[in-house]
């Protein structure tokens, strides 16, 4: 999760997304709050039994997709500039594929 957020941030410092470094570390903070979050509700009182991890995961993607969900729509109705609503989108859905992936592959 680190390498797509500096990935991201990479990017943004070059200016291919045009945002603000105010709106960056906004974007970058949000993002990694819900990931923590979610990853709480994923480890915590872990007692290491499959099914019970397959509802944690879907507990986790749910939580992270209503958190992102509702962090860009917040933006929306704020009149937030449209780059940094694409921003935080393309960061959400990277997080979202590159997680999920790693998790399935891990209770294989």
């Known amino acids: 999760m680190l390498a797509i957020h500096g990935a991201f941030a990479i ?14 570390l906004l974007a970058q903070l949000s993002s990694i709050f819900i990931i923590l979050v979610s990853a709480a ?3 915590l009182k872990n ?3 499959q099914s019970a991890f397959t509802f944690r995961l ?16 917040a933006f929306i109705y704020t009149n937030q500039a449209s780059q940094f609503v694409f921003y ?7 997080v979202l594929v590159i997680q999920t992936s790693y998790l399935v592959r891990r209770l294989k």
């Open 11 to 24: 990017l943004a410092l070059l200016e291919i997304f045009k945002i603000s470094s105010s709106h960056l």
């Open 41 to 43: 509700i994923l480890f």
């Open 47 to 49: 007692t290491g039994d």
């Open 58 to 73: 879907l507990i986790l993607m749910t939580t992270q997709m209503l958190g992102y969900l509702s962090i860009l729509l």
């Open 88 to 94: 935080m989108l393309g960061l959400a859905l990277s």
